[in-house]
């Protein structure tokens, strides 16, 4: 079956614009989770989904960083007011919701903020 | 706060070697363990993980080793190939239990395998 899907793979915009990314699961997948990648760095874990619900959102930076997954399938990430700094690969990974399962990552979304 | 790091950013191996790739980490709660490897423009790709409970664990062509009394990790590639070339990361799972977790990532280690 499609692995997870994210688009689009790339975006460019500008400081202080508003952008949401899409990420599709694995289907069945009850577990989502976003994680940002900086160059030369790790994944860094944002947020994870369990069904609908934001299970942990720990990882979001600030207020600006908001998932939704509103039928427990499909994914967005918002970002609202981009600052460069947010200019990373935004990753989405799947999986089937069970501690210790395999995540599964998608290609990733390389955000460019000018 | 408490991650997950690497000791060398950098591995040049010669193809048909083995290769080493060594990971610390300091959370000492820690349960769950994973490899992954990363190719340029793609996701992180599962290689092979392990659980506290275990030291040792067995694949294709990888073994990974957990020493928990050093909290150090390492993933060892037996008999190198050109396809093994990518960017491998060790990550974490802080917490035990049911329910799934994000993962704590370490820096990465760019394995270069030369022909």
């Known amino acids: 079956g499609a692995g997870v899907s994210q688009t689009p793979s790339n975006k460019v915009t500008e400081k202080g614009k508003y952008v949401e990314l899409r990420c599709d699961p694995i289907s069945g997948h009850t577990a989502l989770y976003w994680y940002r990648q900086s160059l030369g760095q790790g994944p860094e874990f944002l947020i994870y989904?369990?069904?609908?619900?934001?299970?942990?959102d720990s990882g979001l930076p600030n207020d600006r960083f908001f998932a939704v997954r509103p039928e427990g399938s499909v994914s967005t990430l918002k970002i609202q007011r981009t600052e460069r700094g947010d200019s990373a690969v935004y990753l989405c990974?799947?999986?089937?919701?069970?501690?210790?399962?395999?995540?599964?990552f998608g290609p990733g979304t390389r955000l460019t903020v000018l | 706060g408490e991650s997950v790091g690497l000791h060398l950013p950098t591995l040049s191996v010669q193809e048909g070697d083995n290769s080493i790739i060594n990971c610390a980490y300091s959370n000492s709660a820690s349960d769950y363990f994973i490899w992954y490897k990363q190719e340029s423009g793609k996701g992180p790709q599962f290689i092979i993980d392990i659980r506290s409970n275990m030291d040792k664990r067995q694949g294709q062509r990888v073994t990974v080793l957990l020493n928990k009394t050093v909290k150090h990790l390492s993933l060892q590639i037996a008999a190198t190939q050109p396809g093994d070339s990518a960017v491998y990361f060790c990550?974490?799972?802080?917490?035990?239990?049911?329910?799934?977790?994000?993962?704590?990532f370490g820096k990465g280690t760019h394995l270069i395998i030369q022909p």
């Open positions: 990550a974490e799972t802080p917490h035990s239990g049911g329910g799934a977790d994000g993962l704590t």
């Open positions: 990974a799947s999986s089937w919701g069970l501690a210790g399962d395999e995540q599964f």
């Open positions: 989904f369990q069904g609908t619900g934001a299970a942990d």
